[in-house]
């Protein structure tokens, strides 16, 4: 069996977990417990709930890591921003799937959401090489949208590389209730 099936495995975890991640694997998404910095430098959001999945990179990995997204937004009582945080988790776990398998290698995704009452931070680790590349929309492309959606339902993303010792690179996404069209 390869390791990507093994790899399926469904992990919440707690506050703990959050800050730098386990050594040597995926990494959460506050490297050291820092105030979580934007890659531009500027300062991020504290954010106090956290959850993380790890997923094999296959095809399965996005409709579950979009359920899973549904299912902790409502624990958390997010309702109002579940629609965008699935289509943002939708979106970035495709690209993290994509872009490990294209590369070959044998190594999961990990999706982090991290919350308060009134925003989320949507975290997607992968160990591929390459960026995220926000595209020019042509009415004939097929692809190419998904960071565009990204862009539109969130106050800001970004992508930094992993913390020292991971490897990899975090895309981020935050989203924010007051910035929800009504
Ligand atoms: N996690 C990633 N790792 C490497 N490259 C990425 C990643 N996410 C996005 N990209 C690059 O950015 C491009 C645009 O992504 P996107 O807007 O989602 O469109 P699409 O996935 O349909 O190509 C991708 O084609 C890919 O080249
Ligand atoms: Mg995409």
Redesign the pocket.
């Known amino acids: 069996m390869q390791t990507a099936q093994r790899t399926l495995a469904l992990a919440v975890t707690g506050q703990a977990d959050v800050p730098g991640g386990p050594a040597g694997g995926p990494p959460g998404p506050l490297a050291g417990g820092s105030p979580d910095p934007r890659a531009d430098g500027s300062p991020g959001p504290r954010l106090g709930r956290s959850d993380a999945l790890e997923l094999g990179a296959l095809p399965g990995a996005v409709p579950s890591a979009r359920l899973h997204a549904r299912l902790i937004l409502s624990e958390w009582r997010l309702d109002q921003l579940a629609a965008d945080v699935e289509l943002v988790v939708s979106?970035?776990t495709?690209?993290?799937v994509?872009?490990t398998r294209a590369a070959g290698l044998d190594a999961p995704v990990r999706l982090t959401l991290l919350a308060d009452s009134a925003s989320v931070l949507v975290v997607?680790w992968?160990a591929?090489?390459?960026?995220?590349?926000?595209?020019p929309i042509d009415a004939e492309d097929e692809?190419?949208?998904?960071?565009?959606?990204?862009a539109s339902l969130s106050a800001w993303w970004d992508?930094k590389p992993a913390p020292p010792g991971h490897g990899g690179?975090l895309?981020r996404a935050y989203l924010r209730e007051e910035e929800r069209c009504a």
């Open positions: 979106e970035l495709s690209n993290a994509t872009a997607v992968d591929a090489p390459g960026q995220p590349v926000l595209r692809s190419g949208r998904g960071l565009t959606i990204v992508c690179k895309v």
